[in-house]
């Protein structure tokens, strides 16, 4: 079962296939509270992915479940959500595990026997 | 553009009715809001159309105890290993069933070469359609009967217990009755035939003999209950393999979607039902037998459709449910 315990330990992993959308859902939401619409924008912007609305709100959901974002709330139909800090730790576990294999990757492609 | 905003809203909150009550009340207005941008900025996109209604599907089984948890791959595959045999155990089963559909007036028949091309047709859509009722009464509700159940068996409520009992009924019912409409079809196209006339509830314990007899004492001719006839074998193939490729679709769905903790925590109490469910299998067992002497007085298979067929579905997707609930709930207490 997922718990909120073992969603700090496996950064963002426990999400199974959501967790490249989290990913891109977290970072749009560290640069400020969003609501759906505003966040779809956002991550096509960003990172050019465009994220369907059904995807965008089954990851919602599972963040929200597991306590890494929050809802507001808000007077008209449109709700934003806000990261919360353990969302915020997340976040920064996740990014730091694929910055490591980001350095090794680009460092051995320098590395890389030059092809004439 | 009033009119294109006025259509885009109309069309978001048709889109928003694929997902359940549940998850409208707490995502659906922000949603349809935003679907309405998304199809003010993009008026016509397939892709989305699709995501949509799949999460809407999604929402609708995960909201019915199906989904909603990350299950590790090794428990997913365990899960689906254990079903796999048992929906193999479940398809010998109804490999024999539908082949007994073969008998007398071949009602069910996906290449069945005899009759007019009418009856062709016929066989081919009741065929399906009966698949298909089967297939969702058994994967989608089942569960939660058993669930029901077993609170009901708690609770002592006869209310619950009236009601649980209405879904079996139903399912029989409806078959019996699908096979009676189908009869009445041929009938009227075909002129009458006595042996399309003979339906009732008493066939059950003699049809389940009949499966149990061709089975083991024909192995080799598991296609076709009358082994001269090749080309039966064949139209029996082709129903197999219907049943086969069904039960993939199934078991695929159920391979890909994640077992939710209110399924494990079901899945669980299941356990206390299995001296039930193996006291069904033996009871069906043991009323074949007694059944045999039948054929002295005369009753012949060719006079039956294998009603039977469909209670032993049910009894093996029953027993397919809780060894697969058993494997999951065994790995989710290891963790």
New interface residues.
């Given amino acids: ?2 718990t909120k315990e073992n969603s700090n330990a496996e950064p963002l992993a ?3 296939r959501y967790a490249g959308s989290a990913t891109l859902i977290l970072s749009s939401l560290a640069g400020g509270d969003k ?3 505003a966040l ?1 924008k956002d991550i096509d912007q960003f990172a050019g992915v465009h994220l ?7 990851a ?2 599972r963040l929200e479940q597991q306590g890494l974002i929050e809802a507001l709330a808000s007077d008209d ?3 934003p959500y806000r990261m919360t800090g353990v969302g915020a730790t997340a976040l920064e576990a996740q990014l730091a595990s694929q910055q490591k294999f980001i350095e090794v990757g680009l460092q051995r492609l320098k590395q890389r026997p030059a092809i004439s | 553009m009033k009119d294109t905003i006025t259509t885009a809203a109309k069309r978001a909150h048709r889109a928003v009715r694929w997902y359940p009550r549940q998850w409208r009340e707490r995502y659906g207005d922000e949603f349809e809001v935003m679907l309405e941008s998304e199809i003010s900025d993009t008026p016509h996109s397939p892709a989305r159309a699709a995501n949509v209604i799949w999460g809407g599907l999604r929402n609708r089984i995960a909201y019915v105890g199906l989904t909603g948890n990350v299950l590790t791959p090794q428990r997913r595959s365990a899960s689906f290993s254990v079903l796999a045999i048992c929906s193999t155990i479940f398809f010998t089963f109804g490999v024999v069933s539908w082949s007994k559909f073969q008998l007398g007036d071949y009602r069910f028949g996906w290449a069945n070469w005899y009759g007019s091309s009418s009856e062709g047709v016929i066989n081919a859509i009741m065929s399906w359609a009966f698949v298909c009722l089967i297939s969702i009464a058994l994967l989608a509700v089942v569960p939660l009967w058993l669930r029901g159940l077993n609170q009901a068996l708690h609770t002592k409520s006869r209310g619950l217990m009236v009601r649980l009992c209405i879904l079996p009924l139903s399912i029989d019912l409806l078959a019996w009755g699908f096979l009676r409409f189908d009869a009445a079809i041929r009938n009227f196209l075909q002129g009458p035939n006595p042996y399309r006339a003979n339906l009732g509830p008493p066939d059950l314990v003699y049809d389940a003999y009949i499966q149990v007899r061709s089975f083991v004492g024909h192995p080799s001719q598991l296609f076709s209950a009358r082994p001269d006839i090749a080309i039966e074998m064949w139209s029996g193939l082709v129903e197999v393999l219907a049943v086969i490729l069904i039960g993939v679709g199934v078991a695929a769905l159920i391979g890909r979607v994640d077992l939710s903790p209110r399924m494990i925590a079901f899945e669980r109490r299941l356990t206390q039902l299995s001296l039930v469910i193996m006291g069904l299998i033996c009871v069906t067992i043991v009323a074949a037998l007694v059944a045999m002497p039948a054929q002295l007085v005369g009753i012949y298979a060719d006079q039956r459709l294998a009603q039977g067929s469909v209670f032993f579905m049910v009894v093996a997707l029953l027993l397919s449910t809780y060894a697969v609930g058993r494997s999951t709930t065994r790995g989710a207490a290891q963790r």
């Fill in positions: 079962m997922v426990s999400l199974g609501h759906g619409y779809i369907a609305p059904a995807t965008l709100y089954e919602l959901a139909r449109r709700r």
